[in-house]
């Protein structure tokens, strides 16, 4: 069984940084695309970004393109998301997941075990 702990959330100004962190642990990552999701309150949850098994693709939802980063290091089981130029649109509970291929997409119904989200909020 995989388990996922987020972690990294919290308060920034509208323009600062966060970076989320997805510890996992129960399997080697080497076997899953990991994607970051988030669900505002009163909409559906959508798919931020996703990277392969290994590290090599990587996938963004057009409003965060060229602002935010993910990224993987296999050997600590971690894949992080570093999100700069925050908007106040960008507050939501962001979840880690995790899709069992080595190439996956950023449709959330594909991603079989999930973590419990941090919240982030951007607000001045």
């Known amino acids: 069984q995989l388990q996922l702990v987020e972690s990294g959330g919290g308060l920034v100004q509208p323009g600062g940084s966060l970076r989320l962190s997805c510890a996992v642990s129960?399997?080697?990552?080497?076997?899953?695309?990991i994607g970051w999701f988030r669900q505002a309150p009163g909409k559906e949850r959508e798919g931020v970004s996703c990277?392969?098994?290994?590290?090599?693709?990587?996938k963004y939802t057009d409003s965060v393109k060229g602002r935010f980063t993910i990224f993987r290091d296999n050997t600590k089981n971690t894949v992080y998301l570093q999100m700069n130029r925050l908007k106040p649109e960008d507050t939501a509970n962001y979840y880690c997941?995790?899709?069992?291929?080595?190439?996956?997409?950023?449709?959330?119904?594909?991603?079989?075990?999930w973590g419990q989200g941090t919240q982030v909020t951007v607000s001045s």
């Open positions: 129960g399997s080697p990552l080497d076997y899953y695309t």
């Open positions: 990277i392969s098994s290994n590290g090599g693709l990587t």
């Open positions: 997941a995790a899709n069992p291929v080595a190439y996956g997409e950023l449709g959330p119904g594909d991603y079989v075990y």
